[in-house]
């Protein structure tokens, strides 16, 4: 008892630090109550830019640290069949046959490099069947810099050979029992112009309807999805065409961005039609809610999976790298991640080429690590998500709103509160930092000796501000790539906390940043 009195008084001397505003945050936990599942459904998918990147191995690095950090257990990328991974390619072997009569062959060697280093993580790859090989398009149109070709085959036998033999190949190389354990996506966002003809919907029915077909034939237990649209749309259309023509997906995928709002009219959508815009931080989960009760009331009884999400679709934005994007990310699952079986943050890495590769350490692309594995206030919200337990908890509070909030759960190991500040109108480069102070009333039961507290704010746990107390170097010496990958690992608060004692129990009260996110373990 005088160990802990002694460690009571120490934390109370602290309380000079604190602002002298009054004002607190109160969050009140019902430890003792009966709570609710809790899925972390943002845990075992992730996404990389192109399947062109998992033959670097950085990229490979990467993806451990998210397989061992976050739980990934499944990986997406886009462009298996681009050209550049050669699976329908020339034979080099017929060199002196002239060039007009050489005749492109099967050849799966680079993506099977790709396929057995990503199983040799832990991870297994989702097969997202695009583009089209450049000899199979039926045009010229191209996505990315990289110049994938997003037109429709000119010949759909064609197309249904290149399917079928590649899943009989993967079947062959790496056994029936692996391909079991795998996700098969058809094309990518194809109602978006830039990523299929036009958009035409029902050129792509055509190619899923020929994609899932060739896929079965091979082995009807493979779980085959679709219509991986972008703002959740087609998606009555799409069960629609699947029932009516044997084709219905094993699973829904669907993509939404906070900032779709402008077509929020084509997304399904459930909640305050003030919500339904792009200026609202609850535009995204209100998609979700929406996609959740349209399938329910379809009587779709497969999963669904935002493979793609995030608070904005620019490619780039700097306030994607900072605490504000981690503090959105948190409010994002803790209002959303129940409706839903996978969600799929866009993206894991800066290794990335849409429109241009980064020469900078960041210019606010969409990876949740940078070019060197530095891991952003993003990589940290989903650490801090992955903290929590499988039991929700209901939070008495007067003062919480629709931005500042909070969730309460429990583990076998004990206790987890995680608080999150959004701000609307954040802006990266400001230099004031607001402070917020919250009060959490603790479980009867907890060790103050066990109390573990961690902050994602305007330094804390943030390699991006540090880089910018750096000057923003664009390339890292290797003194300052040390520095900063120094804080790659979860650090504990440097914020002083106090418990107060009260009729109620006891409360333990501590600043944060505002826009930031904080997580309690007891």
């Known amino acids: 008892m005088r160990i802990r009195l002694l460690l009571f008084a120490s934390l109370l001397v602290s309380n000079t630090l604190f602002s002298q505003s009054n004002d607190c945050l109160n969050f009140e936990p019902q430890w003792n109550q009966l709570g609710t599942d809790f899925r972390h459904t943002w845990e075992g998918l992730g996404n990389v830019d192109q399947f062109r990147w998992f033959v670097r191995r950085d990229m490979q690095d990467q993806i451990a640290e998210a397989h061992k950090d976050l739980n990934m257990k499944h990986v997406r990328a886009v462009g298996m069949f681009d050209d550049e991974l050669r699976v329908f390619a ?8 002239p060039s007009a009569e050489r005749k492109p062959r099967y050849n799966w060697q680079v993506v099977d490099y790709a396929i057995q280093s990503l199983l040799d993580i832990g991870v297994n790859p989702m097969i997202t069947t695009c583009f089209t090989p450049e000899s199979m398009a039926s045009g010229q149109q191209y996505c990315f810099t990289t110049r994938a070709n997003v037109t429709p085959p000119k010949d759909y036998n064609q197309w249904t ?17 692996t391909v079991k354990n795998w996700y098969f996506e058809v094309w990518n966002e194809p109602n978006l112009d830039a990523f299929w003809k036009a958009g035409d919907k029902q050129e792509f029915l055509r190619i899923y309807s020929t994609t899932y077909k060739a896929i079965k034939s091979v082995n009807p237990a493979f779980r085959v999805g679709g219509p991986s649209a972008a703002r959740a749309e087609w998606i009555k259309e799409f069960i629609e065409y699947g029932r009516a023509n044997n084709c219905e997906a094993d699973y829904i995928i669907a993509h939404v961005y906070n900032n779709d709002g402008p077509f929020a009219a084509l997304s399904p959508f459930a909640g305050p039609q003030s919500d339904k815009i792009n200026d609202s931080p609850n535009f995204l989960p209100g998609v979700v809610k929406g996609t959740r009760k349209l399938l329910d009331e379809m009587g779709f009884k497969g999963e669904l999976h935002f493979n793609e999400w995030g608070r904005s679709w620019f490619p780039s934005d700097a306030i994607r790298e900072s605490e504000n994007e981690a503090a959105f990310i948190v409010k994002s699952m803790a209002e959303a991640s129940q409706y839903a079986d996978y969600f799929a943050y866009w993206c894991l890495s800066d290794i990335y080429d849409q429109l241009g590769y980064n020469a900078e350490t960041f210019a606010g692309n969409y990876g949740m690590m940078n070019l060197q594995g530095l891991k952003k206030p993003s990589y940290k919200a989903f650490q801090f998500l992955g903290k929590l337990g499988d039991e929700q908890l209901s939070i008495l509070s007067e003062n919480a ?6 969730i309460a759960t429990k583990s076998k190991n004990g206790y987890q509160f995680l608080f999150y500040s959004f701000s609307k109108d954040f802006h990266p480069d ?10 959490v009333l603790l479980p ?27 000057r ?9 790539l040390t ?15 106090i418990i107060k004692k009260s009729i109620e129990g006891n409360y333990l009260e501590v600043e944060v940043d505002s826009p930031g996110v904080c997580f309690i373990e007891l």
């Open 483 to 497: 520095k900063l990958q120094e804080m790659n690992t979860l650090q504990q608060t440097k914020q002083p906390w």
């Open 444 to 470: 009867n039961t907890f060790n103050v000796k066990k109390v573990r507290i961690y902050q994602i704010g305007s330094s804390e746990n943030n390699c991006v501000s540090a880089w910018k107390i750096m």
């Open 472 to 480: 923003k170097p664009a390339y890292l010496s290797k003194m300052e």
């Open 90 to 97: 020339l034979d080099p072997q017929t060199w002196r046959t």
């Open 430 to 439: 400001s230099t004031a930092s607001k402070k917020v102070r919250i009060s």
């Open 401 to 406: 709103t629709d931005v500042t909030n909070a």
């Open 161 to 177: 050979e290149l399917i079928t033999k590649t899943v009989q190949h993967f079947v062959e190389r790496f056994g029936e029992k």
